[in-house]
């Protein structure tokens, strides 16, 4: 029962160019959502959350965009850099997590 | 001073065996958590404490206990391993449930 989804297991984007992850959720009563980045042999690490009140925060080069009547957020980096090459999590619940999508940026 | 650690960072064990991970955070964090991530990379939680009490147990066979001696600390314990178990296991402390985690750096079990 994924109630969170996100449906690109990979993405790769030229450096300096915009990557955008994708995650959709089923429940419409979810309020906050929060993206984590995650390298190779270490957990994740928060990045970036929204509250259902707005659509849209911006912190830096990363923007998280909120489409409550489509249960679907995104996540956008700008410009992407090669030390972003990572796995990206969605989460709603505080906790629950989406599969992941691994971004490579590269140089 | 890490703010979530967990031990051992490596466990190779024989099935059947019983084993367990430690967990501790230094942050004041009221709620903890066990994940499990699979071959598949999919991050799954398995139980959540808040203050020291059981308030998430998500459909785990009942081989693997959780116990919190303190609000800072909440462990695995698991029995009778199988090869099903081997995963890496994450623990992770939020201020209260449902508020951003900070994750320990995760604790790669290999039954054989």
């Known amino acids: 029962d994924q109630q969170v989804k996100q449906n690109s297991p990979s993405l790769s984007v030229q450096e300096g160019r915009i990557s955008i992850l994708n995650c959709d959720y089923t429940?419409?009563?979810?309020?906050?959502f929060l993206w984590y980045k995650k390298y190779p042999a270490e957990g994740p690490t928060f990045l970036i959350s929204i509250s259902s009140i707005k659509d849209k925060n911006e912190d830096g080069r990363f923007t998280v965009f909120l489409n409550k009547s489509a249960k679907h957020l995104s996540l956008h980096i700008v410009p992407s850099q090669p030390g972003d090459s990572a796995v990206y999590f969605c989460a709603v619940e505080g906790m629950r997590f989406g599969a992941g999508t691994r971004l490579t940026v590269k140089p | 001073d890490t703010a979530v650690s967990q031990t051992p960072k490596y466990l190779v064990t024989q099935m059947g065996n019983d084993k367990s991970i430690k967990c501790e955070q230094n942050l004041g964090h009221d709620t903890m958590y066990w994940y499990k991530q699979d071959s598949k990379k999919f991050l799954k939680i398995m139980f959540s404490y808040n203050n020291k009490e059981l308030i998430i147990n998500e459909t785990v066979p009942n081989r693997f206990s959780p116990k919190s001696p303190d609000k800072a600390h909440l462990n695995l314990h698991i029995n009778s391993l199988e090869l099903g178990d081997s995963a890496v296991y994450f623990c992770?402390?939020?201020?209260?449930?449902?508020?951003?985690?900070?994750f320990g750096s995760g604790t790669q079990l290999s039954v054989l």
């Open positions: 429940n419409s009563m979810f309020d906050y």
């Open positions: 992770a402390s939020s201020r209260y449930r449902g508020e951003k985690l900070f």
